[in-house]
């Protein structure tokens, strides 16, 4: 097999047992990697597929790519998934770093843990062999104190691990990859929590067999050269940061601020990338074979610090009315050391201030008073007093105020630095996603926002359902590589493509590679039916479909109703949202017709 | 209303600005017609204009302009 290892690794911590599985080909052939091929792993390993997800019988499952540790830019990813305990969909999360090169290494596409270790432990792999080591002593050590121990005790291996909030079982906790990439979504780090695993350290010496080596090469360098003529990919990311949107999403209008109830704020620019850029030193870092370095460090009087990327600014900044760039930088570190996502964090404690804020609460926190929020962090992480209750996230949170229409997330999980309202098509984005609001499952910020590749009316709900398919389709493709997302800013979506045929050796018709996507797609969409979600999980917060925004968002509301119905049309799916038989058909997925329509028992 | 029109230049686009300024720069309305004509206020490249906000509206190169507009350029960006 070339571009795959061919085989993967399931371990249970319960009782300590390992087994090597070879996959058939055609399951990779279907389903390629990372997210697709956790997704079909779920299926394969799990009988109950509504297990409930701190369970010990919930499944994680780390996977790389075909292009995983190639010479292919930015081929450095891995994906976890798992269900999710904020949300309950099926849940896939990636990022980069060295530590899906690292498990291929050893060896396996896949890496797959159930069960519960009894105490606090650290699981080292060197190629087939498994340590479960009792590591009590790291109990609820801060990430960056994790970090430098694994990385002093173990200095080949490549790591990840969780921070007290994980330990704790947050339902936004994140599982830190490498020294500061992030898997920060969907509260998977309270799924490694939920089965005392603290660490995973990972090595080996082995390489994927690439297909045709001269291609790969001329690939690479057709690549290199796209991602270096380009000002975005060369340089502007690197000086600047993903913060660099901050000063167009305010202009624009998009800029949560106060919970969502405005979309502007007045002192963006002082927390804008180019302010962070001017103001503090600070440095750049990159993932494994990525010419893209978008990763900033700021330096502080306490030492290095990760510079807070766009998202972690719009939420914990505007969202919650703060614009001194050093607090902001703070709750994000914090957030970091704790292992707290920084989108469901900001959320969660917006919607605090604004329930304090319309008399339904009587905390002192509010839009007007930040002092006591880094506290308010650790009691989220440790659960205590008033954080045990925002550690559930902001839906349950709110529910439990009596106001749910003051959480701002679609499925639990947490709405972006977008705002829906001044996007439709990633409104609708935010509906269909598998795994809840999230601005990363279609890239509509680059055609909606950034002209890419040409400029369409952003506030026009006409067409943005087949533009969103597209869009969703290709990521999960991205997803499944894995490849960066960024590097869709330079490289045309052909090179994708032959970028798996030279690493793989496979020929894929542009039809069936984009099928490829829609088979990802709809397998998690038959996830989540089977499990209980339905239309009316689709819909965004009454805000956003009963009040304007500010500036350019004056009169803008989001109308569901069409765009989701032309969405389900165009998707194959009936008016509930189920997939026809025919889409099952075309997308080789009829096995699975049993989950949603019957036939099966599996609880649902 | 005011006589001028209000010019932010973002993502590295301060390099252009008169007065070395991010934020608020300011030309008489009475000195340009349209988007096109601001950048050439600003000796800015069309080609490194890439997204123009007119009250944050995205707009083209040869839209008008009128007082009291306030105009974002940026060059190309990313990121999220």
Wanted: aromatic letters at 8%.
């Amino acid at each position: 097999m070339q571009g795959w290892m061919g085989k993967i690794l399931l371990i249970d911590l319960t009782n300590q047992k390992k087994n090597s599985y070879q996959l058939p080909p055609e399951l990779y052939h279907e389903f390629l990697g990372g997210r697709g091929l956790g997704v079909r792993l779920f299926f394969y390993f799990m009988d109950q597929l509504k297990v409930p997800p701190l369970n010990p019988d919930n499944l994680l499952i780390f996977a790389t790519g075909p292009l995983t540790a190639t010479v292919v830019p930015t081929s450095g990813r891995m994906t976890l998934t798992t269900r999710s305990p904020l949300t309950g969909t099926i849940f896939d999360s990636n990022a980069g770093g060295f530590f899906g090169p690292a498990l291929k290494g050893a060896g396996y596409d896949a890496l797959l843990i159930r069960g519960r270790a009894e105490k606090l432990t650290r699981l080292q792999i060197n190629e087939g062999e498994c340590q479960f080591i009792n590591c009590d002593d790291l109990k609820h050590r801060p990430t960056g104190d994790t970090w430098q121990y694994l990385k002093q005790k173990l200095p080949r291996y490549e790591h990840l691990y969780i921070g007290p909030a994980g330990e704790n079982k947050v339902k936004f906790a994140t599982v830190a990859v490498g020294k500061n990439r992030t898997l920060g979504r969907g509260g998977l780090g309270a799924v490694l929590g939920s089965k005392n695993l603290k660490a995973l350290s990972i090595t080996g010496s082995q390489e994927p067999e690439i297909a045709d080596y001269d291609k790969t090469e001329q690939i690479k360098e057709k690549s290199l050269t796209y991602l270096q003529e380009s000002s975005l990919t060369s340089s502007r990311l690197e000086d600047f940061g993903t913060a660099m949107l901050v000063n167009l999403s305010n202009e624009a209008g998009i800029l949560p601020t106060k919970n969502f109830q405005e979309t502007q704020f007045v002192q963006a620019d002082n927390i804008s990338g180019e302010q962070l850029t001017a103001s503090m030193e600070s440095s750049s870092g990159s993932c494994f074979n990525c010419p893209i370095a978008c990763a900033r460090k700021i330096a502080t009087d306490e030492g290095e610090k990760s510079g807070p990327e766009y998202e972690s600014i719009g939420l914990l900044g505007p969202n919650l009315a703060i614009s001194d760039p050093d607090k902001i930088t703070e709750l994000n570190h914090i957030c970091n050391e704790l292992g707290l996502d920084t989108i469901s964090t900001g959320s969660v404690i917006a919607c605090l201030m604004e329930l304090s804020e319309k008399g339904y609460s009587d905390h002192s926190f509010s839009f007007a008073d930040h002092s006591g929020l880094e506290n308010l962090l650790k009691k989220i992480a440790f659960r205590q007093g008033l954080g045990a209750s925002l550690a559930e996230g902001s839906l349950e949170f709110a529910r439990e105020m009596g106001h749910p229409e003051l959480a701002m997330q679609v499925k639990k999980l947490d709405i972006p630095a977008f705002d829906p309202r001044g996007m439709k098509g990633q409104a609708l984005g935010y509906i269909t996603s598998n795994r809840g609001a999230c601005h990363l499952r279609a890239s509509m910020l680059n055609i909606e926002m950034l002209g890419l590749p040409e400029r369409i009316d952003r506030f026009s709900e006409q067409g943005k359902a087949s533009l969103l398919i597209q869009q969703q389709d290709l990521n999960a493709i991205l997803d499944s590589l894995i490849v960066c997302k960024f590097t869709l800013f330079a490289l045309a979506e052909g090179f994708y493509r032959e970028m798996l045929e030279a690493v793989t050796g496979l020929e894929f018709a542009a039809a069936e590679f984009y099928l490829l996507g829609a088979r990802i797609w709809n397998l998690e969409k038959i996830y989540n039916l089977a499990v209980g979600f339905r239309k009316k999980d689709d819909t965004l917060p009454a805000r956003f479909k009963n009040e304007e925004g500010s500036g350019p968002l004056r009169g803008e509301v989001v109308v569901e109703e069409k765009m989701l119905a032309d969405y389900y049309q165009l998707r194959g799916w009936d008016s509930e949202g189920f997939p026809l038989q025919e889409t099952l058909e075309e997308l080789k997925l009829t096995d699975f017709s049993p989950y949603i329509y019957g036939g099966e028992d599996n609880e649902c | 209303m005011s006589a001028e029109i209000i010019v932010n230049l973002y993502g590295g686009l301060e390099k252009y600005s008169l007065e070395g300024k991010r934020k608020d720069n300011r030309i008489k309305a009475s000195k340009v017609n349209n988007i096109e004509e601001v950048l050439q206020h600003f000796s800015i490249p069309p080609d490194e204009a890439n997204i123009i906000l007119l009250d944050g509206h995205h707009v083209d190169l040869s839209d008008s302009v009128k007082a009291g507009n306030v105009i974002s350029i940026f060059p190309l960006i990313g990121g999220g």
